[in-house]
């Protein structure tokens, strides 16, 4: 079995919160792989999708934060001490960020969520198939 779950900014003074924590020992129960993923807010991938959101709650000042990596660097330490697949989105919205973001809101419209979600399903896609056709042979 596989379980997904979005935990946005999962994160927090560099520990993982309760519900990944939460996730690991029931998954591990269960016998279900987990992923951890990461997607970037869009004032990480390129400012002018920030602009909108930016101007409304910084005080019409725009910053640039595309060099901000600490989000994927963490999740790449905590998957890679955890034994967990990281399925990391920010190259993918580096590269099509345009459109995929609400005007005023932080969180992706609906392509970005298409977007993402064909990420995801690509990036499991194989061990899907896999497990599926392990269940089978049994």
Known sequence: SVFFFQAEAGIRGYELTGVQTCALPICERKGIQL???SYPYPWMVSIE???PYQLKYFENVVYDFRLNRVHPQLMDAYSARLDLPHL?????????????YGEI??????KGYAAY???LFDSIEADVRASLG???AR
């Open 117 to 119: 979600a064909e990420f």
């Open 88 to 100: 990391n989105a920010y190259p993918l919205f580096e590269r099509t960020h345009r459109d995929r």
């Open 49 to 51: 999708s920030a602009v």
């Open 35 to 37: 992923y951890l993923s």
């Open 105 to 110: 809101d932080q969180h992706f419209n609906a």
């Open 134 to 136: 392990a269940r089978a």
